[in-house]
């Protein structure tokens, strides 16, 4: 269970085997060997510990590591067969390099700096190296929060979930909040969780279910192959042309009212 090995030091703090964890989504600061900061709300953590007690994930992909508090927390949760996690940043933290090392994680969790989410021919070479053909079972995008870059990932790495797996859009909600005010002309990522709605009812879109809550979109993998002809995964030529129609119309509606 990844909620036993947990305990809550404070409303904000948490001791996984060990490691010491401050969750701060407002104020970040540099993870150090005594702590850890990870950039989300404890309420949000306790689902995903929720979550890893029900998927059990052995096979996980992160985006976004940041100061590592997340994928420390994540391997010390889900006690995963491999953990590879990306980041647009090229440097190293440290901190996790040596809580990976003092736990015998070295060839468990990868951290992958300098790539971004975008680079699906990087991402891909990574993936086959780490995992081979064997399927994901979680992927976390907690990257850019930008669509196209979010898009860009979705498309390598939701048809390598296994049928049932689990790929969690954080932050969808940034615009419809007082942070959006922050990114004035940047596309809301709502559109991402549109489009990706839009292929729910299309055998190819591949999708499940999707539930989504403020904090989160959490997008479950239907079984079914990408695409017997061998045609990439492509999430926004899958939503078809009302789908499609639905976010230019969208699109243009947000550009018209700036
Ligand atoms: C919200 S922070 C991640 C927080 C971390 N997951 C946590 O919970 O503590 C977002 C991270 O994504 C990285 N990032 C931004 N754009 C990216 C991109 N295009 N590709 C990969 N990483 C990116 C940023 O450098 C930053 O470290």
């Not at 590592?68 to 390099?97: H, M, N, W, Y």
């Not at 909040?177 to 729910?200: D, I, K, N, Q, W």
């Not at 539930?211 to 030529?237: F, K, M, N, Q, T």
Request: glycine content about 6%.
């Amino acid at each position: 269970m990844a909620g036993a090995d947990a305990v809550w030091t404070s409303e904000s703090e948490l001791l996984v085997r060990g490691t010491s964890f401050r969750l701060a989504p407002q104020r970040r600061f540099a993870s150090s060997d005594e702590l850890f900061c990870v950039v989300k709300p404890p309420d949000l953590v306790a689902r995903y510990m929720d979550m890893v007690d029900e998927l059990s994930p052995a096979r996980i992909v992160e985006l976004g590591i940041l100061q590592g508090g997340s994928t420390a927390l994540l391997a010390l949760l889900a006690d995963p067969e491999k953990l590879v996690a990306f980041e647009l940043s090229p440097t190293r933290i440290e901190p996790l390099d040596r809580m990976l090392a003092a736990h015998g994680l070295t060839d468990v969790v990868v951290p992958c700096y300098g790539v971004d989410q975008a680079d699906a021919a990087t991402m891909r070479t990574v993936l086959d190296r780490e995992f081979g053909d064997a399927p994901l079972d979680l992927v976390i995008d907690d990257a850019s929060h930008e669509v196209e870059p979010t898009e860009a990932s979705f498309n390598v790495l939701f048809p390598r979930l296994r049928p049932g797996g689990l790929y969690i859009i954080e932050d969808w909600a940034w615009a419809h909040v007082a942070f959006g005010a922050h990114r004035p002309g940047h596309e809301p990522l709502t559109t991402f969780v549109f489009e990706a709605l839009a292929t729910l009812p299309q055998p190819r879109g591949l999708v499940e279910d999707i539930h989504v809550d403020r904090h989160w979109a959490v997008i479950r993998r239907a079984a079914g192959e990408v695409d017997p002809a061998g045609g990439a995964y492509d999430v926004r030529r899958i939503c078809h042309d009302r789908g499609r129609d639905l976010v230019v119309y969208l699109r243009d509606r947000a550009g018209a009212e700036r």
